[in-house]
C-alpha cells in the first residue's frame, strides 16, 4: 500500500496571557520535553473548566511539538493526528471566537498530516474530516484541496472530488495539478471536450508534463487527429523515456497513419524496454512485414509465439511471413495451427 508523506511545519509554542498557573506549567513541561506532564496539566485544566476551548487548543500544541521532536514517520504521523483532534475539538467548542483566530497554516498542516495519516490507516472518513479542517484553516493553499480530492476519490465520492478540485481552481485557477486532476475527472466522466480543453490548459502552464502529453494524445488519437496525437506523445517520450505507453501508442499512431519506418523505429525501442508484450512483438512484425523486412518481421513475431504459443493471430501472422520467402511448406503449417487454435476456443 503506498505510504502518503506528511507535511513539515515550523513550530512556534506561542505565548499566552499570564496568571494561569495551568498553562505556566504546560509550557515549562514542554520546553522541558515532559510531555506526559503537560499533558495532564491540559487535561487537568480541561476538567477544571469543561467548556473553556484554552486546554484543548494547549494540548494540540503539546502534540504538535511531541511530533516536532519525534524520529521517524511512522511515530509522527499518530501525534499529529491527536492534535489534530485537539485542535478541531477547540474550534468547535470556541463560541466566542478567542481560539480560532490561533489556528492558521501551521495548525492546517497539522490537521492534513492527521488526514495522511488516517488515509494510510484506511480510514477515509477521517482522513476527509481532517483535510476539509485543514482547507478550513488554510484555504488559499491549493494543495490542500488537490490532497483532499485525492482522499474523495479513493472513497469514491467522485462529486465532492470534483467540488473540492473546482474550490482550488477558484484558489489558483492555474496550478498545474489541480487542473490535471480536473482534465481526469472529465475524462472519467466521458466529457472529451472538457477533458482535452483542460489537458491543453495543464500544458499552457507547464508543457513539461509528460503525462499530460500522454493524455491529450489518447484523444487525439481516439478522435483519429493523427498528426497531433503523434506530436504529443513523442512530447511525452521525450520528456519522460520511462513513459513506455507513450511510447508504443506513437508506434501504433504511425501505424495508423501507415509511416511504418517511424512505426518500425518506435516499436523496436519499445519491445527492448517491455519485452513481454506480446501485442507489441506482433505489430512490430506486421510493420516489417509491410516494409519487406521479412527475416526480420519473421524474428519478432516467433518472439511472439514464444510469449503467447496459443494465440491464432500469431500463426496467420506467420504463415503470412512465411508465404512471402517463399516457404510453402511452413506457411500451410502456421496457417493450419492457425486455425485449429480457433477452432479449439
Same mark, same amino acid.
Given at each position: ?6 507535511? #513539515?511545519?515550523?513550530? #512556534? ?38 467548556? !473553556?476551548? =484554552? ?23 499518530? *501525534? ?9 475539538? @477547540?474550534?468547535?467548542? !470556541? ?10 497554516? %501551521?495548525?492546517?498542516? #497539522?490537521?492534513? %498530516?492527521?488526514?495522511? &495519516?488516517?488515509?494510510?490507516? +484506511?480510514?477515509?472518513? +477521517? ?17 490542500? &484541496? ?30 498545474? !495539478? ?13 466529457? #472529451?471536450?472538457?477533458?482535452? =480543453? ?16 500522454? @493524455? ?8 483519429? @487527429? ?20 507513450? *511510447?508504443?501508442? *506513437?508506434?501504433?499512431?504511425?501505424? @495508423?497513419?501507415? !509511416?511504418? =519506418? ?20 506482433? +505489430? ?13 518481421? *519473421? ?11 496459443? +494465440? ?9 511471413? &512465411? ?18 487454435? =480457433?477452432?479449439?476456443?
Amino acid at each position: 500500500m503506498k505510504r502518503h508523506a506528511l507535511w #513539515v511545519l515550523g513550530i #512556534v509554542f506561542g505565548a499566552c496571557a499570564a496568571g494561569n498557573p495551568r498553562l505556566t506549567s504546560i509550557k515549562l513541561y514542554n520546553q522541558q520535553k515532559n510531555y506526559a506532564k503537560a499533558l495532564a496539566e491540559a487535561d487537568a485544566w480541561a476538567k477544571e473548566m469543561p467548556g !473553556d476551548p =484554552e486546554p484543548y487548543y494547549w494540548k494540540g500544541q503539546i502534540y504538535t511539538t511531541q511530533a516536532a521532536n519525534t524520529p521517524g514517520q511512522d511515530k509522527k504521523l499518530p *501525534l499529529y493526528a491527536q492534535a489534530a483532534e485537539n485542535f478541531l475539538k @477547540a474550534w468547535e467548542m !470556541d463560541k466566542a471566537g478567542k481560539i480560532r483566530g490561533r489556528l492558521g497554516k %501551521n495548525e492546517a498542516i #497539522v490537521a492534513m %498530516n492527521a488526514a495522511i &495519516y488516517y488515509l494510510n490507516q +484506511n480510514d477515509p472518513d +477521517n482522513a476527509i474530516r481532517f483535510g476539509e479542517f485543514a482547507v478550513k484553516l488554510d484555504p488559499q493553499n491549493p494543495d490542500f &484541496y488537490l490532497r483532499l480530492a485525492s482522499i474523495y476519490a479513493r472513497k469514491g465520492d467522485t462529486e465532492k472530488m470534483k467540488a473540492t478540485l473546482q474550490k482550488g481552481l477558484s484558489v489558483a485557477p492555474e496550478n498545474p !495539478d489541480l487542473l490535471y486532476f480536473m482534465a481526469q475527472a472529465y475524462l472519467q466522466d466521458g466529457d #472529451v471536450e472538457k477533458a482535452r =480543453e483542460t489537458f491543453l490548459k495543464v500544458l499552457e502552464v507547464d508543457s513539461t508534463r509528460a503525462r499530460a502529453h500522454f @493524455a491529450v494524445g489518447t484523444i487525439f488519437f481516439n478522435e483519429k @487527429a493523427y498528426e497531433k496525437a503523434a506530436l504529443h506523445f513523442q512530447k511525452a517520450v521525450d520528456l519522460d523515456s520511462t513513459l513506455t505507453d507513450a *511510447l508504443v501508442n *506513437l508506434a501504433y499512431t504511425y501505424m @495508423a497513419m501507415e !509511416d511504418f =519506418e517511424r512505426a518500425a523505429s518506435a516499436l523496436e525501442r519499445y519491445v527492448q524496454q517491455v519485452e513481454d508484450d506480446t501485442e507489441a512483438w506482433m +505489430n512490430y512484425a506486421r510493420v516489417l512485414y509491410q516494409l519487406k523486412r521479412y527475416e526480420d518481421a *519473421l524474428e519478432a513475431i516467433s518472439r511472439a509465439e514464444l510469449l503467447d504459443p496459443n +494465440n491464432p493471430e500469431v500463426y496467420y501472422i506467420k504463415g503470412t511471413i &512465411y508465404k512471402e520467402l517463399g516457404k510453402t511448406q511452413e506457411a500451410l503449417a502456421a496457417f493450419k495451427k492457425a486455425q485449429s487454435l =480457433e477452432q479449439s476456443r
